[in-house]
Nanobody, 126 residues
Framework: QLQLVESGGGLVQPGGSLRLSCAAS????????VGWIRQAPGKEREGVSC????????NAAESVKGRFTISRDNAKNTVYLQMNSLNPEDPAVYYC???????????????????WGQGTQVTVSS
């Protein structure tokens, strides 16, 4: 069974930074397109960023472009989401998800993932 485990969430002040991690223990994450999806209370899920398996090309939604960066460390079998300049629109539960894909480019708002982690809470407050 494919398992994804997120970590790195927490409380940060507006303008601060966090780095989320998504680790896989039962499969090789580099073979999958991996994304970060967030959901705030009362709002729909929003795909914020993804990175393709083939070539590892990252992509980000307009709402986070220039602030959030997704990356892979294949040696650690981990995908990261570096979040900078966090603002009051960013608090949510952030989920890591994966799908087996050979596409060179992923679109964060339209990827259909098969495997999901449990999520990690991000809170932005002064």
């Amino acid at each position: 069974q494919l398992q994804l485990v997120e970590s790195g969430g927490g409380l940060v002040q507006p303008g601060g930074s966090l780095r989320l991690s998504c680790a896989a223990s039962t499969f090789t994450l580099s073979y999958y397109t991996v994304g970060w999806i967030r959901q705030a209370p009362g709002k729909e899920r929003e795909g914020v960023s993804c990175i393709s398996s083939s070539g590892g090309i990252p992509n980000a939604a307009e709402s986070v472009k220039g602030r959030f960066t997704i990356s892979r460390d294949n040696a650690k079998n981990t995908v990261y989401l570096q979040m900078n300049s966090l603002n009051p629109e960013d608090p949510a539960v952030y989920y890591c998800a994966a799908v087996s894909s050979v596409s060179r480019l992923c679109v964060p708002t339209s990827v259909r993932y098969n495997y999901w982690g449990q999520g990690t809470q991000v809170t932005v407050s002064s």
